[in-house]
């Protein structure tokens, strides 16, 4: 007799993509020795933290014994540190954001699931383009939402704006984009965005709430070649956008994120309230007080976008001598080519018989493709090189 929900037995039952082949990596580590396995499964970034990280960390180590120092603090977050962090979101959107307008979180998913805690209703549908990162169903089927997803436009990747509105029905509650996207590394241009608000508002004539524009941004600093990410809440004024520090500081662990909120949304005050409570009462009370402090001292700090850029170069290199069809990324640090051969659980396999590992397309709902991350050494890419040319080749014989 099972002791679990219908629901997680049979989530657990298909697994994350992305989990089973980083543990089935750490297998084939033990066997072949770590650095004749060349992982490209998970988007964990390797870079260290920028050296202000560890100097805040020495600080805090001064500061343990005063009353309070790691205490409760309001539930949206130290006061300062809002404040601060406001300046920061005004400079990378290009609108004024005030304190009130942002509520710290633990990291994104938190900041995420927080969100549709204060705004889903049972049934209500959240729409994002196809492929997307696998935990949003989980996110949005956690408060009694359902996941609904619309193709993109191929072989670009971009935003199907037709596909998105015609998607959208008297159910939907929020529409979610990730720009630059995981796994594809798009960014959709601002014209394309546009076009989405231009819909969206028109379908809000109609309604009596209106559509919520959820933008999840943790790569927004990591943008190759002169791109720009453009601001949503510049676009649409029902933009809601989420981050984190994990990428951009390497700080992955620790857990620290945010929720903004464009400030010239109506009726943003009840929003922030209902988002503040529904992240006490979800558990996560509050953003880690540690994590605070590093934010704080590192804002305006990032780790150096131009070691990405150089693997982004070594990776396409790999991939165009082994014969590979994909779009170059514009932002963030995946790879999503086409699956030789189509079938992308076949093709994944036989990466992995040359100790080369990826994750399927079907795991980010689009079958035919493979994700690779390269927040790994360049020198993993380069000794990839030949795994990766043979099992093209082998795929190319079946």
Known sequence: MSMLSAEISEALSKGSWIRRIFEQGAEM???????????FSLGNPDLPPPPVVGECLADLATRASEPFAFGYMPNAGYPHVREALAVQVSVEQGVKFEASDLLLTCGAAGGINAFFRAV????????????????YGFYVGNHGGRLVTAPVSLPSFDLDVSAMLGAITDKTRVVMINSPNNPTGVIYSEEILRELARGLKALNAKRVKPILLLSDEPYRFLAYDGAEVPSLPKIYPYTVVVSSFSKNLSLAGERIGYVALAPDMPGKDELMNGIVFANRILGYVNAPAIGQAILLKSLGSQVDVGIYDERRAAMAKVLDAAGYEYVMPAGAFYFFPK????????????LCEQRVLAVPGT??????YFRLTFCVDKTVIENAAEGFARANIGMEKE
């Open 120 to 135: 889903l209703e049972p049934g209500d549908e959240v729409l994002c383009p196809r492929p997307y990162f696998v935990e």
């Open 29 to 39: 580590k033990k066997l072949h020795g770590a650095d004749r396995v060349y992982d």
């Open 363 to 368: 795991g980010f709902g689009m079958p035919g």
């Open 339 to 350: 699956a030789p051969g189509g079938d992308d659980i076949a093709f994944v396999t036989k």
